[in-house]
C-alpha cells in the first residue's frame, strides 16, 4: 500500500509521532483549501467554546475535508467518487416523495379516481423508468428512475415540457390516453402521476416496498408487538402473525440488515436535529422541568450513552460520505464495529418521533461502516480514525507510551473498549480471557517479526457465520449474542486493537486461577482492570431446578457455541428434547427459544446422518446395542424426527423454496418462552419489543403469567413435565 504524502509509510501510522504530524498535514492542507473554515477549526481545537449547532457545523464542514484527504491520502479516490454517486442515485425517490406521496396526492380528491386505472398506470411507470434508464446518469433502481423521470418532467420549463411531451407521446402510445397536443402531455402525465400515487399509497401493488409509498406508523406503546392469542384452551398462549413468519435453516446470519436504499429512507425520514439543538437521539428527551424524560412504558429517554454525534453523521451519509460520516461518529464511538443494528437502541427509543416509528440510527450507523469496509483499504481507514480523529479534539492522536502497563480482565465489549481509551492514553495493555482465543488468519495476523499487512479487502475475510470458527474474541459478543448479529464485526474490533504496538491479547487465562492479583503485580502490571461484567446466572427458584434436562439457558447459548454445536460438521454432544420451555422475559430467554427451535432440527438431522454411517460400518444391531434402553428411547425418537427434517429438505428443494422447519418443530411440541408477569411487563419487550417480533417471525410461543414451580421427575429421574 502507498500513501500519497510523501515520506509516510503504512508503518507510520502506527506512531503517535507520526500521527501528530500527519494531523499537522491535514490541517495544512485545510488551511490552503478553506482558509476561513481552517481557521475556525484551529480556535476551535485550541479549546474555542462554540454553542452545540455551531461546534456540529463545524465538525460536518471538516469532516467533508477529512473524507477527501482520506480518499486522497488511500489513493481510492474514484472508489469514494462512485460510492457517494450511488448513494445519491436514490435521491429522486426523497424529492418525488416529498412533492408527489407528500403532497399532490393527498390534494386529490375521490371524484377524480373515478375511472382512474391504476392497474393500466403501473405499465406507464414502468415505462418512464425504462425512458429515464436510456438516457445518461441514468439511477440503477428503478424506482430511482422512475422518479428521475417524473422529476424531469415537472422541472422542465416550458420549452422543455413541449419538447418531453412529444418525446413521450410516442413512447407511451397504445399504454395509456393522452392529449393531441404534444405542450399538455406533461402537466396531464404530472396528475395521472398524482392520482396514481394516491392509490398505490393505500394498495401498493407492484411497487410494495418502495421507498416512496413508506410511511412511519404511529407508536401503540401497550401494542408495540403484534401477536396473536391462537388457543382458547390457553388464554395465556400467544404466538406472533402467521404470515409474518421467516423460514430459518441453521445458524448462518439471521438478519442481513437494511439495504443502501431502506437505509437511505431512514436518513431521509431524519429531520437533522442538531441544526436546532434538538437532536434527541444523542442528548436525550427532556421534560418542562429539563430532567430527562421517560416514556410510557417507564424507560429513561437518556439518548445514546456515548453522545454519539448521529444527526451530524447522518447528514454526511444522506451526502454520500460514509468516510466523512465514520469520522463523526469515531469522535465518541471509535468502537462503533461492535455497536449498531442489534446491539443498542437507547438512541432510537430517544428519537425526537415520539409517536410515530422512529429512525432506525442502528441500521444506518451500521450501514456507515459497511460502506467504509467495502471500499478499498476501508479496514484501514476506519482502523486509522481510530488512532488519528482531527475530529476529536479531546485525543486527536494517541499519547506516546508512557511506561505503565495495564492489565485488563475481560476482552469483551467492556474490555476491548477500555483497551482502547487505555492504548489512547498512553499505557501499555494486556488483555486476558478466560476463554481460547484462536489465531487470526495468517494473513490478517502478525508474522515472526512482529509485522503485518495492511487489509485491502476486508470483505474477502468475511466468514459466514456458521462457517466461521469461534474466534473467542468479545467475550458476551461472541458467546452470548446470537447469530442475529453478523460476528465478522468482531474480526474488525479485534484488528483495531492486535496492531497496536503496546497491545496484547491472551486467551484461557483466568483471573485468580492462572494468573493472581500477586502475579499481576510481580509481573509488573501498573493497574488491573477488571472488565468480566457481572455473569451471576439467574436461578430459577423451582423444585428439582437442576434435574436432568434442565440447563441454564445463558449456559445452553454458551454451550451451543462454544462447543461448536451449532455447526453441522461438529460432533459436539448437546442434547435438546421438544417441547421445550425457556423461563424468562429478557433477551437471553428470547434467544435461548429461537435458538432451541434452530438447533433441534439441525440436531436430529445430524444425528441421523452419524447412525446411518455407523450402521453401514458396523450394521444396526451393533450400534443398538451400545445404548441403554433410555437412550434407545431418545435416539428412535431424534432418527424419526431426523428423517422428517429430511423429507421436508426434499420437499422444500423441489418446490425451490426454503423448508419450513418451524412447523415441524411446533408439530413436535415448540419452544415456548414462559414469564411470570405479562408480556408487556417484561424486561425484552420495554427495552427491545423489536426482539420479540424477530422471534416471533422465527416462530416461538410465549406463555405469559405463568410461573413454574416444581420440575417433574420421570421414571429415569429426567424431567418429565413442568407445574
Ligand atoms: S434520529 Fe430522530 S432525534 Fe435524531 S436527528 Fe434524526 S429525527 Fe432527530
Redesign the pocket.
Known amino acids: 500500500m502507498e500513501l500519497r504524502i510523501e515520506g509516510f509509510t503504512y508503518g507510520d501510522l502506527y506512531d503517535p509521532g507520526r500521527l501528530a504530524e500527519l494531523d499537522g498535514h491535514f490541517r495544512k492542507r485545510l488551511a490552503e483549501n478553506d482558509p476561513e473554515l481552517a481557521k475556525r477549526f484551529e480556535a476551535y481545537r485550541a479549546g474555542a467554546e462554540l454553542g452545540p449547532v455551531e461546534e456540529s457545523e463545524l465538525l460536518i464542514a471538516v469532516a467533508r475535508h477529512l473524507s477527501r484527504f482520506l480518499a486522497w491520502m488511500f489513493g481510492i479516490e474514484d472508489e469514494a467518487a462512485a460510492l457517494r454517486d450511488k448513494i445519491r442515485s436514490y435521491d429522486p425517490i426523497w424529492k418525488f416523495k416529498k412533492e408527489f406521496p407528500g403532497k399532490r396526492a393527498k390534494r386529490v380528491r375521490d371524484e377524480e379516481l373515478e375511472g382512474f386505472d391504476a392497474d393500466a398506470f403501473d405499465r406507464v411507470v414502468s415505462e418512464l423508468a425504462a425512458w429515464r434508464a436510456e438516457r445518461p446518469g441514468a439511477p440503477e433502481d428503478e424506482e430511482a428512475r422512475f422518479a428521475a423521470a417524473v422529476l424531469e418532467l415537472l422541472e422542465g420549463g416550458e420549452q422543455e415540457r413541449a419538447r418531453l411531451g412529444a418525446e413521450l407521446q410516442e413512447r407511451l402510445r397504445g399504454l395509456w390516453p393522452l392529449p393531441e397536443d404534444g405542450a399538455e402531455v406533461v402537466e396531464h402525465l404530472l396528475v395521472a402521476v398524482a392520482r396514481w400515487c394516491r392509490v398505490r399509497a393505500a394498495e401498493p401493488g407492484p411497487v410494495a416496498g418502495w421507498g416512496a409509498f413508506k410511511v412511519p406508523k404511529p407508536v401503540d406503546y401497550g401494542h408495540l408487538v403484534d401477536y396473536e392469542r391462537t388457543r382458547p384452551d390457553f388464554p395465556e398462549f400467544m404466538e406472533g402473525p402467521r404470515d409474518r413468519r421467516r423460514r430459518r435453516d441453521g445458524f448462518k446470519l439471521t438478519d442481513r440488515r437494511y439495504s443502501e436504499k431502506q437505509v437511505l429512507s431512514e436518513v431521509d ?6 441544526n436546532r439543538n ?5 442528548k436525550g428527551v427532556r421534560d418542562k422541568s429539563g430532567q430527562i424524560a421517560t416514556n410510557p412504558l417507564g424507560i429513561k429517554l437518556a439518548g445514546c450513552p456515548l453522545d454519539e454525534k ?2 451530524e453523521m ?1 447528514t454526511l451519509h444522506g451526502e454520500g460520505d460514509p468516510i466523512g460520516a465514520l469520522a463523526l461518529i469515531a469522535i465518541d464511538n471509535p468502537m462503533v464495529a461492535g455497536t449498531g443494528h442489534r446491539i443498542c437502541n437507547d ?2 427509543k ?4 415520539q409517536k410515530y416509528d ?2 432506525n ?1 442502528p441500521q444506518i450507523e451500521t450501514r456507515v461502516l459497511v460502506d467504509v469496509l467495502g471500499l478499498r483499504w476501508g479496514m484501514e481507514i476506519y482502523s486509522l480514525l481510530t488512532r488519528w480523529n482531527p475530529l476529536n479534539r479531546r485525543r486527536p492522536v494517541p499519547l506516546p507510551y508512557n511506561g505503565k502497563n495495564v492489565l485488563v480482565v475481560g476482552l469483551g465489549p467492556a474490555g476491548y473498549t477500555l483497551a482502547h481509551y487505555l492504548l489512547g492514553e498512553g499505557f501499555g495493555v494486556v488483555a486476558i480471557d478466560g476463554l481460547k482465543i484462536e489465531p487470526l488468519e495468517p494473513e490478517l495476523a502478525r508474522d515472526e517479526n512482529g509485522n503485518f499487512k495492511p487489509v485491502e479487502r476486508f470483505f474477502d475475510y468475511y466468514q459466514e457465520l456458521d462457517e466461521r470458527p469461534l474466534m473467542g474474541f468479545g467475550g458476551v459478543a461472541e458467546y452470548g449474542i446470537t447469530v442475529r448479529w453478523d460476528k465478522n464485526f468482531l474480526k474488525v474490533i479485534r484488528l483495531l486493537l492486535d496492531r497496536r504496538r503496546h497491545f496484547r491479547s491472551y486467551g484461557g487465562v483466568r483471573f485468580g486461577g492462572t494468573i493472581t492479583i500477586d502475579d499481576a503485580w510481580a509481573l509488573g502490571f501498573d493497574h488491573i482492570a477488571i472488565a468480566t461484567g457481572a455473569g451471576k446466572p439467574t436461578i430459577v427458584p423451582m423444585k428439582n431446578n437442576l434435574v436432568r434436562g434442565i440447563r441454564k439457558a445463558s449456559d445452553f447459548l454458551m454451550a451451543l457455541q462454544l462447543t461448536g454445536a451449532q455447526k453441522k460438521g461438529s460432533m459436539a454432544n448437546l442434547q435438546v428434547r421438544l417441547p421445550a420451555i425457556v423461563i424468562g422475559g429478557g433477551l437471553t430467554a428470547i434467544d435461548t427459544t429461537t435458538e432451541v427451535m434452530a438447533y433441534y432440527p439441525m440436531q436430529v438431522e445430524k444425528t441421523l446422518e452419524r447412525y446411518e454411517k455407523l450402521v453401514a460400518e458396523r450394521g444396526e444391531q451393533a450400534v443398538r446395542a451400545a445404548y441403554p434402553p433410555d437412550e434407545l428411547e431418545i435416539l428412535d425418537e431424534f432418527l424419526e424426527h431426523g428423517r422428517a427434517v429430511r423429507a421436508e429438505r426434499e420437499r422444500a428443494a423441489a418446490a425451490g423454496e426454503e423448508p419450513d422447519f418451524a412447523k415441524l418443530v411446533h408439530s413436535w411440541g415448540g419452544a415456548t418462552m414462559v414469564y411470570r408477569k405479562s408480556m408487556l411487563d417484561s424486561p425484552a419487550y420495554r427495552l427491545n419489543h423489536e426482539e420479540i417480533i424477530k422471534a416471533f417471525e422465527e416462530g416461538i410461543w410465549y406463555a405469559e403469567k405463568l410461573a413454574p414451580v416444581e420440575a417433574l421427575r420421570g421414571k429415569d429421574g429426567a424431567l418429565d413435565g413442568v407445574v
Request: neutral net charge.
Open positions: 425520514y431524519c429531520v437533522l436535529c442538531h434538538k437532536d434527541s437521539c444523542t448521529i444527526s447522518h438512541c432510537m430517544a428519537c425526537i418521533y422512529p429512525v440510527i
